[in-house]
Nanobody, 124 residues
Framework: QVQLVESGGGLVQAGGSLRLSCAASGGTFSNHGMSWFRQTPGKEREFVAAMSWNGRDTYYADSVKGRFTISRDNVKNMLYLEMSSLNPQDTAEYYC?????????????????WGQGTQVTVSS
């Protein structure tokens, strides 16, 4: 059974940093792309970043480009999101996703597996 478990969320002041982790199990993830999305109450899940299976290709939402860095460790089956220069607009539940099934990596419907999320709250 495929399982994705996020961790590393918390409360941070504006301008601070956090590192999110996503532990993958129950499948072979080293051959598949992985991504991060985020969601706030009443809004659709929003694309944050994605990485190809070998780490060579990375994609970022314009709102996080230059501040967030996605990375992965295929030996450990881990996905990471380094977040810096955080601002209150980054407050959201952050989700890890795996196995892209459609071409549009920015759409949440393109990803097959999801974690339960980890809350990031940035105070002003």
């Amino acid at each position: 059974q495929v399982q994705l478990v996020e961790s590393g969320g918390g409360l941070v002041q504006a301008g601070g940093s956090l590192r999110l982790s996503c532990a993958a199990s129950g499948g072979t993830f080293s051959n598949h792309g992985m991504s991060w999305f985020r969601q706030t109450p009443g809004k659709e899940r929003e694309f944050v970043a994605a990485m190809s299976w070998n780490g060579r290709d990375t994609y970022y939402a314009d709102s996080v480009k230059g501040r967030f860095t996605i990375s992965r460790d295929n030996v450990k089956n881990m996905l990471y999101l380094e977040m810096s220069s955080l601002n209150p607009q980054d407050t959201a539940e952050y989700y890890c996703a795996a196995r892209q099934a459609k071409n549009d990596y920015k759409s949440s419907t393109s990803w097959l597996y999801w974690g339960q999320g980890t809350q990031v709250t940035v105070s002003s």
